[in-house]
């Protein structure tokens, strides 16, 4: 019987995996994908620093493959979960067949999902090729050049429209808290590339707390725009494919109209998909927001012996992330040895 | 004028502190775009702060497209907080000349505008018979119960 089930296999969920290993407890660590990573997979470098995020998964990896105590199974499904202390249990679905799991805790680092905004047909997502989202534009910047998906040309002028998915009664109510610090990561990473790039963040607040207010200076004065708005609309200019952002500059009160070769939605985080049925089943809450429910916070829940970390307990930075799964495996090494 | 504690009864569900002045509304106004003094954003944002200059005529460009309503984030209403302006100034006679003129001549005869001669000439044409000059009592008397004639 192994001690710890780790759900996910994100940056949480290796974090939590690292420090069970480096404390000798047996861990089974689920992944539904083919490759460990999460969300972190289709990132090149990290705000706060700018450490590449592979070298962030490889970090924890090694330590995993290296302890004889973790066991990783990837393209792995929960089906479900259930039993209470010590005798807690999980259905898996492997690629080899179903295997079931008894553990005396689990950690659940499931993560989140990116914001779809398919929805927001005023910003001609999915009609332009040139409107993507923050995920897809990080993986181009994970490539030797930054292209237009329209011609496949270098953009002259791009542009971030911050809170998509987040801080909207519409959406999502609450502030993904990494989308600020992300799209001014990004925004300096295109100005490195594309020095004569014209690059413009389109925003309702900044919010980047602590050390990543010194990026957003940065990025200030290397020319960056920074302008207070949530537009109205992004359509296609019918003469030359560009696109045209309509928004009010708030802080003038004027009516303007942006040409521009992209527009990036900075796209928040949304609850784990099946977050709702795994905390019904392990006899834990969910908050409104449809994040798991830690009581107290961090990592705690109402069951004993199950943990959350990172952002399947709401939006994170990476840095909380491991923070967050670090507790959670100090914890479940201490219920262990119970 | 500060409008919070009448704004409920014209206005509803009380979703006005929600406003984070996105300028969403603004940007996808038809009017803005013609008209730089129609500016949702900043009427909200003057209702919010209770300084809403109640005889600004602004207040009257709005064409009810519903846009604003549509594309805000947070469901503020803004058309519907536009409304509740243009109704409360016009209870207090604070409309414009041009609203109040065409009010008085929709009390007169039921209609926003002069029955004009080429009106007329038409009508008789098509074998129609001639419009009323005057409205009923029963006009009159809705007009006085919903504070129609008050406000001019």
């Known amino acids: ?338 | 004028m500060d409008l919070r504690p009448e704004l409920h009864a014209y206005y509803g569900t009380e979703n006005l502190h929600e406003c984070y002045q996105c300028g969403t509304c603004t940007g996808g106004c038809p009017v803005n775009r013609c008209l730089p003094e129609f500016n949702v954003r900043a009427i909200v944002k003057r209702i919010m702060d209770g300084e809403i200059d109640l005889a600004d005529p602004a207040l009257w460009y709005c064409t009810t497209c519903y846009n604003c309503y549509e594309r805000c984030p947070q469901k503020v209403k803004p058309l519907y907080l536009v409304q509740a302006a243009t109704n409360i100034a016009y209870a207090k006679g604070l409309a414009p000349e041009s609203i109040k003129d065409m009010n008085r001549m929709l009390l007169k005869c039921g209609r926003n505008s002069e029955i004009t001669s080429a009106a007329k000439n038409q009508r008789q044409a098509f074998g129609l018979p001639p419009l009323k000059e005057n409205v009923s009592e029963d006009y009159k008397r809705i007009a006085a119960l919903t504070g129609f004639s008050k406000g001019l």
């Open chain 1, 1 to 338: 019987m192994s001690s710890v089930l780790v759900v996910g296999g994100g940056i949480s969920g290796l974090q939590a995996a690292a420090g069970l290993a480096r404390a000798g407890v047996g861990v089974i660590l689920v992944e539904r994908e083919e490759r460990p990573g999460g969300n972190l997979k289709s990132l090149g470098t990290t705000f706060g620093g700018g450490r590449p995020a592979a070298e962030l998964i490889q970090q924890r990896m090694r330590a995993i493959t290296a302890s004889a105590t973790v066991n990783i199974l990837t393209g792995t499904e929960v089906v479900s979960l259930g039993g209470v202390y010590p005798r807690l249990q999980a259905s898996l679905k492997t690629p080899e067949g179903t295997r079931e799991v008894e553990c005396r805790s689990i950690i659940l680092a499931t993560g989140f999902t990116p914001f779809n905004p398919a929805a927001m047909k005023h910003y001609a997502f999915g009609k332009h090729p040139d409107v993507i989202t923050a995920v897809e534009l990080a993986d181009k910047l994970k490539g030797d050049r930054l292209r237009r998906n329209s011609n496949g040309e270098e953009p002259d002028a791009l542009v971030f429209i911050q809170c998509i998915g987040s801080r909207e009664l519409r959406t999502h109510t609450y502030c993904s808290a990494f989308c600020c610090m992300y799209a001014v990561h990004c925004a300096l990473q295109v100005k490195e590339r594309l020095p004569r790039c014209r690059v413009e963040v389109l925003y309702m607040d900044i919010r980047t707390p602590f050390c990543a207010e010194l990026e957003y200076e940065t990025a200030r004065r290397k020319g960056i725009g920074f302008i207070r708005s949530k537009p109205a609309a992004v359509r296609a200019k019918r003469e030359n494919g560009r696109l045209i952002v309509q928004y009010e500059d708030t802080l003038d009160g004027a009516l303007r109209f942006m040409e521009t070769d992209m527009a990036v939605l900075s796209v928040g985080a949304e609850p784990p998909r099946d977050a709702a049925a795994m905390a019904e089943s392990l006899g834990i809450a969910t908050e409104e927001s449809g994040f798991f429910a830690c009581e107290p916070a961090p990592v705690f829940t109402r069951a004993k012996g199950v943990f959350v970390a990172g952002a399947a307990g709401g939006p994170k930075d990476i840095r909380a992330c491991l923070a967050e799964g670090t507790a959670a495996a100090a914890q479940a090494a201490i219920i262990c040895k119970e």
